[in-house]
């Protein structure tokens, strides 16, 4: 007679160290787009902050759009980056479908009661 759960063991620790390694590839590279959003927002900063301080020491008119028109186009791109980095759960949630509808399921049966 032959032991074939040994063989299925195998097979089932191969899958979850696959799994580990994916899991841990998936985690490296959202780390190290979270790590790029900020190397950006400290760019984003530094240079505005330079660039509007001597734009606006050298016009008579310091309030003038020439004077932020690089920090608003680049914030432009910069909520991009953002919105990209970190993405549509931060505003619904991973859950916020489940929870709507649980909640409609419930006005719904509140209805029919």
């Known amino acids: 007679m032959t032991n074939y759960s040994k063989d299925y063991k195998d ?9 580990r390694e994916e899991a841990y590839i998936r985690a490296q590279k959202k780390v190290k787009k979270i790590i ?19 734009i606006g020491t ?18 432009i ?11 549509p759960d931060l505003m619904f949630g991973k859950n916020w479908e489940q929870r709507k509808i649980k909640e409609y399921m419930d006005q719904d049966k509140k209805h029919w009661e």
């Open 11 to 19: 097979e089932d620790k191969a899958k979850n160290e696959f799994y």
């Open 36 to 54: 790029g959003f900020y190397w950006h927002l400290a760019a984003y900063v530094i240079v505005n902050l330079f660039l509007i301080f001597s």
């Open 77 to 87: 791109g910069l909520f991009f980056h953002f919105f990209g980095t970190f993405g």
């Open 58 to 75: 050298q016009n008579d008119d310091f309030w003038s759009f020439g004077t932020f028109s690089t920090a608003i186009f680049w914030g």
